[in-house]
């Protein structure tokens, strides 16, 4: 079965210093993994996916990811936090299983911004 | 390009009510998700329609049901509501595929009393 962990529930970083937030998966097969952004009060906007292409994935926002197969890992990271950037965020793997593409979503990761 | 809209965007229902809720798909998707997320949660799965006829269903009771529509808009509806069933309800929208990125609407909350 496809399943995703979050290894941090919440994660505290200062404006203008770099992002890591840390996602492994699970799968029987190769992967189709992304990451979304949940502002308050808004709905799920996406900022990057792998799809067996590059292993170093460009986003939105200055943010990107990088596929590790023998680390099972897909840990997005920023170089430079902004104030904008506070927000909840999930890493997600598409299940293909028995023709319906559903996604398996972590528990997410809070993102808090310092000034 | 319309993105996906969902309606209403705020609801409250008391236990035991029904309730209807709406998504219009992005123009050119034909696959609509449904997906609950609790308060704290990520969203978890509830079931999947494509070209109208239901294509995936997760760990979800029966009183929870769904259409989706010629044009691929889509509804769920919740039987018999209960307490546990208050949470933020996502509709996405795709083409065909696992790869094909999955566009949510807004959502509606749900309250349930």
């Known amino acids: 079965a496809q399943s995703v962990t979050q290894l941090d529930s919440h994660v505290s970083v200062s404006e203008g210093t770099p992002v890591l937030l840390r996602c492994n998966y699970s799968?029987?097969?190769?992967?189709?993994l992304f990451w979304y952004v949940q502002h308050p009060n808004k709905g799920l906007q996406l900022l990057l996916k792998?799809?067996?292409?590059?292993?170093l994935v460009k986003g939105i926002n200055g943010f990107e990811a990088e596929f590790k197969k023998s680390e099972t890992s897909f840990h997005l990271t920023k170089p430079s936090a902004h104030m904008s950037d506070a927000a909840e965020y999930f890493c997600?793997?598409?299940?293909?299983?028995?023709?319906?593409?559903?996604?398996?979503f972590g528990t997410g990761t809070r993102l808090k911004v310092l000034a | 390009e319309t993105g996906v809209t969902q309606s209403p965007t705020h609801l409250i229902k008391t236990r035991g009510q029904q309730v209807t809720l709406r998504c219009s798909s992005q123009?050119?998707?034909?696959?609509v998700s449904w997906y609950q997320q609790a308060l704290g949660q990520g969203p978890q799965f509830i079931f999947q329609?494509?070209?109208?006829?239901?294509?995936g269903r997760g760990n979800f009771p029966p009183r929870f049901s769904g259409l989706q529509f010629p044009n691929y808009s889509s509804e769920l509806n919740v039987n018999a509501l209960e307490l546990d069933d208050s949470a933020l309800y996502l509709c996405?929208?795709?083409?065909?595929?696992?790869?094909?990125?999955?566009?949510f609407g807004p959502g509606t909350r749900l309250t349930v009393l």
């Open positions: 996405a929208s795709s083409g065909r595929g696992g790869d094909n990125e999955q566009f």
């Open positions: 799968s029987s097969y190769s992967p189709s």
């Open positions: 792998y799809t067996s292409a590059a292993t």
């Open positions: 997600v793997v598409s299940d293909r299983t028995s023709g319906t593409y559903k996604y398996i």
């Open positions: 123009s050119g998707h034909n696959t």
């Open positions: 329609y494509y070209r109208e006829e239901e294509n």
